[in-house]
């Protein structure tokens, strides 16, 4: 999918700006095992009522529930369709999907506030209750009813119990997916009722020729660097090459890297940078956190200690960023109070 010029009336909060939706992308990279796994419940005529498709941000989850969403547009729960369940975006299931017009298909994300024209914050009850309206229908073409639901993260917790209703008695012919960055994080209840689907950050391979298309400007160089800030996520790499992202990723590695002895004022500044910048925060909160979540993962290889020390403080910072997303805080303050953290964990030797 090459750049490209999103409306200003167009706003989805599981789209990464100036690039095709999930929707409209027709690849999946990377992914075999997923994809593989999702084919065979789906061709034999048995999928769970509910698939949990779970991984880091940007490798590929959305774009493999509208790929199952797609086939069973267009072929049902049958093998009349390909193994890799692909269907041609010339294909009427297709087109009805990236025009957000098809019957049988309902996507759930963050709305948008009417009063601010900004994305909410959170996946409210109010668009969860479509759900039962929605598998209450008849059947869209093939016989079936799709929901997907970006992410569940978003979700608050009536939302949240609201989904877990639902779950408890699936209706017939209907395929609920959920995307989840962070499971962990859901209701207990609502993964139990979850077959899961669990994608991997992409390999250096992968990356780079996904780069290469998507970039087609870009250096060997430059498609390196953006490899290893993204840790194996397109949708990061592509993130970071359009606007202040690269900057922001970058920032949020110096302050783990001086978190022994964070420089006050540079934080500050920081926290200003980010009040001009739209999203700025959360975007920076998002790099912070992957970048510890990176180091976690580096230690739990080769043996490192102090993990649950390290993983507590993730969750922290997480908690933190969430918050102050919710409730509109003022930026210096979260960064400073997250440099706060690192260094109570850095001056310990652990970091």
């Not at 008849?138 to 639902?166: F, Q």
């Not at 993130?239 to 302050?255: F, I, P, V, Y």
Request: proline letters at 5%.
């Amino acid at each position: 999918m090459a750049k490209r010029n999103v409306p200003a009336e167009s706003i989805d909060s599981d789209r990464i700006d100036g690039f095709s939706h999930p929707r409209e992308t027709f690849t999946l990279e990377g992914q075999d095992v997923a994809l593989s796994r999702a084919a065979r419940a789906l061709r034999t005529g048995r999928p769970p009522s509910a698939w949990l498709i779970s991984g880091p941000p940007g490798v590929g989850k959305a774009t493999l529930a509208y790929r199952i969403a797609r086939y069973l547009m267009a072929h049902g729960a049958t093998t009349e369709g390909p193994e890799d369940l692909s269907v041609p975006f010339t294909a009427a299931a297709a087109r009805q999907i990236m025009a957000q017009s098809h019957p049988g298909l309902l996507a759930l994300r963050r709305a948008v506030n009417p009063r601010t024209g900004k994305l909410m914050t959170v996946l409210s009850v109010d668009e969860i209750r479509r759900l039962a309206d929605f598998f209450g229908m008849t059947s869209g073409a093939g016989g079936w009813r799709v929901a997907i639901v970006d992410t569940a993260d978003d979700m608050n917790e009536n939302a949240a119990n609201a989904l877990l209703k639902l779950l408890e008695e699936p209706p017939a012919n209907a395929l609920l997916l959920l995307v989840s960055n962070m499971p962990g994080r859901l209701l207990p209840t609502i993964r139990s009722r979850c077959q899961r689907l669990l994608l991997r950050p992409l390999d250096d391979a992968v990356m780079d020729r996904l780069l290469r298309h998507h970039l087609p400007g870009s250096t060997g160089g430059e498609r390196a660097a953006l490899a290893r800030l993204a840790a194996g996520s397109i949708g990061a790499g592509l993130t970071l090459a359009s606007g202040d992202g690269a900057a922001l990723a970058q920032e949020a590695d110096h302050l783990i890297e001086q978190a022994s002895a964070p420089d006050v004022i540079a934080l500050l500044a920081l926290g200003e940078k980010l009040m001009r910048i739209p999203e700025g925060l959360e975007q920076f909160g998002g790099f912070l956190g992957e970048a510890l979540a990176a180091r976690i993962r580096g230690r739990a290889e080769f043996g490192g200690v102090h993990l649950r020390r390290w993983v507590q403080l993730l969750a922290r910072i997480e908690r933190n960023f969430t918050r102050a997303r919710a409730l509109n805080l003022e930026p210096r303050q979260i960064v400073l109070t997250a440099a706060r953290d690192l260094a109570s964990v850095a001056r310990r030797g652990m970091l």
